[in-house]
C-alpha cells in the first residue's frame, strides 16, 4: 500500500494531507523519516509525530441527520456536540466537511481517508443539494446573479443553482467553502431562516429522523 494511502486510512486525513505531513518529516517508517511514494509491507512501523499508525481493519461510513443547534466538533465549547447523538461504536468517526450550528441535515462521518477525500477534493465535484428559507422574497434580479455570474465574496465568487420562488428555495452547489450559502444570500440582503442539507454527492438523507444516524 502506498504512503499516503496508509497514513490517510489510518488519521482520517485526506491524501494531500498525507503527502503534507510526509513532506514535513511527520511521518517516520521503521524509525527512519519517511519518503514520499514509499510503499508499505505488513511488517513495517508507520508513526505520526511519534505515534504508532494502523488502518481500522473495516471502514465505515454513517449517515446522521444533525438538528440544529449542534456542532461538528468533539469540544463544543458550551454547545451540544454532534457526538452526544453517536452510538458508541461511532464515536471514532470523523465528519466528512461540517454544516455550521444552525444547519441541520445530512452529515457523514466515516474513518475511511479515502472516501473523505473523493467526497471533499473540488476536483471530484460532488454536489451538493439544500433546503434553504430565505426571510424575504428573492428577487429575479438577485436570483439571475446567484445563477449566472455568482455572487462576489471575498474567498471568490459563488455561483448556486436554485429551483423555487419565494422565500423557499432548493440550492445546488459542487463547492464547499465555510458557510457559502449563506454568505451568498447575505451578500445580497437576504437572511437564511433555515438550511437543511438533503444531498451529498450520491448519498441521500432521505426519511432518516433528525438526531439519528444508520451506517451507508
Known sequence: MRLNKYVALSTGMSRRAADDAIAAKMVYINDQPAPLGQQITDSDVVTLDGTVLKPPA????????KPTGYVCSRDGQGSQTIYELLPAAYQELKPV???DKDSSGLLLLTNDGTLAYQLTHPSFQKEKRYQVVLDHDLSATDLGVITTQ??????????????G????????MT???????RRTFEALGYSVKSLHRQQFGEYNLGDLTSGTSKPV
Open 175 to 181: 463547492e464547499g467553502r465555510n458557510r457559502q450559502v
Open 58 to 65: 473495516q471502514t465505515v461510513t454513517i449517515m446522521l441527520n
Open 150 to 163: 455568482g455572487v462576489k465574496l471575498e474567498d471568490g465568487p459563488s455561483k448556486l443553482g436554485l429551483l
Open 165 to 172: 420562488a419565494s422565500t423557499k428555495w432548493e440550492v445546488t
Open 97 to 99: 466537511g461540517r454544516l
